[in-house]
């Protein structure tokens, strides 16, 4: 029996969504390959509103708040892509219109993952159940343990966090709101893990004495943390000597941490959980 990496959960989207996605990548990727832009710290910083944009259309997939004829783009792993394409799409537009892209690509970033979160809560209202107190909670834990967790890498490996920079900062606090998040729904509101591996973690946690008292989420957060740390340490050198691709692999790690971070906050808020 193969060992489950994959969440459960899902979702193809049928043959002509996905050639539409094909069609739409390769468009955004040639301009993109032709122009070669510089992958710089910033503009992977400047993509941070668009990954909690996607994690706010996937809950309103999930919610079946949106139309019928586009909900397949907005389940996952499609809305990943997607939310990357019309991110990508900007990006292309402003590179030929020769514009300046980060504070753009960020400004738009944002306003979309406005608009996807005030549709979540407007949503949820209209149902009667918006509950966000412990969201809230988990937004400020997360910031309280990924302040205290950069600043011991800073301590630990200075050298680290300069070559970095921001970016890991946005990478510990992605994995820090992922960590959190999961571990006070698993704890506090009874979610389930859809994730094979993070489930096992917690359930690992689960087994030892401490878990009547502290619960089994702590375990995951610790987790996340080595990983995110684990991960500026091992790839500072190679940002330095390839920034493009390095800061490209730092985003990406972001984007894992991050996403899932904010699809819970907005999840939890919407769904009447709390």
């Known amino acids: 029996m193969f060992l489950q990496i994959l969440p459960e959960g899902l979702v193809v989207p049928g043959v002509p969504y996905l050639l539409g996605l094909a069609v739409a990548g390769i468009a955004v990727g040639a301009v993109l390959f032709a122009r070669r832009p510089p992958v710089t710290q910033r503009l992977v910083v400047a993509f941070t509103p668009w990954m909690a944009a996607g994690a706010a259309l996937h809950v309103l997939y999930q919610l079946a708040a949106v139309p019928d ?7 996952a792993p499609a809305v990943y892509v997607t939310t990357f394409l019309v991110a990508g799409a900007i990006w292309a537009g402003l590179i030929l219109a020769d514009r300046t ?10 306003v979309a993952t406005l608009a996807g979160a005030a549709l979540v809560v407007w949503t949820a209202t209209s149902r009667g159940t918006f509950a966000p107190v412990l969201p809230v909670v988990a937004l400020l834990a997360s910031l309280v343990v990924a302040v205290v967790t950069y600043a011991i890498l800073d301590r630990v490996r200075p050298t680290v966090t300069a070559r970095t920079g921001t970016l890991g900062a946005v990478v510990v606090f992605g994995h820090a709101l992922d960590g959190v998040s999961t571990a006070i729904g698993v704890d506090l509101i009874g979610s389930g893990e859809r994730s094979p591996i993070p489930a096992a973690i917690m359930e690992l946690a689960g087994s030892l004495p401490t878990a009547p008292t502290i619960g089994k989420g702590w375990l995951f957060v ?45 999840l939890f808020s919407a769904a009447g959980l709390l």
Not at 69 to 75: E, T
Not at 101 to 110: E, K
């Open 69 to 75: 004829a586009v909900a397949p783009l907005f389940s």
């Open 101 to 110: 892209v980060p504070p753009t690509l960020a400004v738009t970033g944002g």
């Open 222 to 266: 610790l987790v996340k943390l080595l990983i995110a740390a684990a991960v500026l340490i091992l790839f500072a050198d190679f940002v330095e000597e390839d920034p493009a691709q390095g800061n490209a692999t730092l985003g990406l790690v972001a984007a894992v941490g991050l996403g899932p971070g904010m699809h819970n906050l907005l």
